[in-house]
């Protein structure tokens, strides 16, 4: 069964301080999304990561694939309040089904 | 955009009704899943389907059904709704997978469910 651990599980930081997020796997995925969800809404999708390596950058977000495709992790710098919000990775392998992590809950205080 | 609609935000229901909950995409994706979202429990599978009329069971099908009568539609149905079933229900569509290619899902607004 592949599974995704993400750490931390709860992160509560000060405005303009930098974090990091990750996502672990005994197992390979060919490619590694990460979601952020709003408070009463839907998971949207932030970025999508398909080569080992690959690093991403989306302004103070940076997402990097681990060269072997088992993990990744996500970067914020200069954290905002706007950037409150709960956290998922995805993994997407043979299947149709995506895994997701657990999910890390982040929260910035003004 | 794509665009993943769920037919409702909120619903209160009575124990023991039969309760639908509608979604739809306008992409012209394949696959299309039902998710329901718990604190501490995460997002779990209740089930997808991969094409019209095709549907696989998740990891929590138990007391769900659901129905994909044509490819922009998906629905989720409780036959008899009981109150562990209150949650938040998450409709999302994705293009590939199955070792095709990217998966990216794309998620609808949710449904907060309530059973009294």
């Known amino acids: 069964t592949q599974l995704l651990e993400q750490s931390p599980q709860f992160l509560s930081i000060q405005e303009g301080e930098n974090l990091t997020v990750y996502c672990n796997s005994s197992s390979v995925f060919s490619s590694l999304q990460w979601y952020r969800q709003e408070p009463g809404e839907g998971p949207v999708l932030l970025v999508t990561?398909?080569?080992?390596?690959e690093v991403k950058k989306l302004k103070r977000l940076t997402f990097q694939f681990g060269d072997a495709r088992k993990d990744s992790s996500l970067h914020i710098t200069a954290a905002q309040p706007g950037d409150t919000g709960l956290y998922l990775c995805a993994g997407g392998g043979s299947s149709y089904k995506l895994i997701f992590g657990s999910g890390t809950r982040l929260l910035v205080r003004p | 955009d794509v665009k993943v609609t769920q037919s409702s935000r909120y619903l209160v229901k009575r124990t023991g009704e039969k309760v639908f909950l509608e979604c739809v995409q306008d992409?012209?994706?394949?696959?299309m899943f039902w998710y329901r979202q718990d604190p501490g429990l995460g997002l779990r599978l209740i089930y997808f389907?991969?094409?019209?009329?095709m549907k696989e069971k998740g990891d929590i099908p138990e007391g769900y059904s659901v129905s994909r009568e044509k490819k922009e539609r998906f629905s989720l149905i409780l036959e008899s709704a009981s109150t562990n079933q209150t949650s938040m229900y998450l409709c999302?569509?994705?293009?590939w997978g199955g070792g095709r290619g990217r998966s990216e899902a794309f998620f609808g607004q949710g449904t907060r469910l309530t059973v009294v």
């Open positions: 389907s991969y094409d019209v009329k």
């Open positions: 999302a569509s994705s293009l």
């Open positions: 990561v398909v080569t080992g390596g």
């Open positions: 992409m012209d994706h394949e696959n």
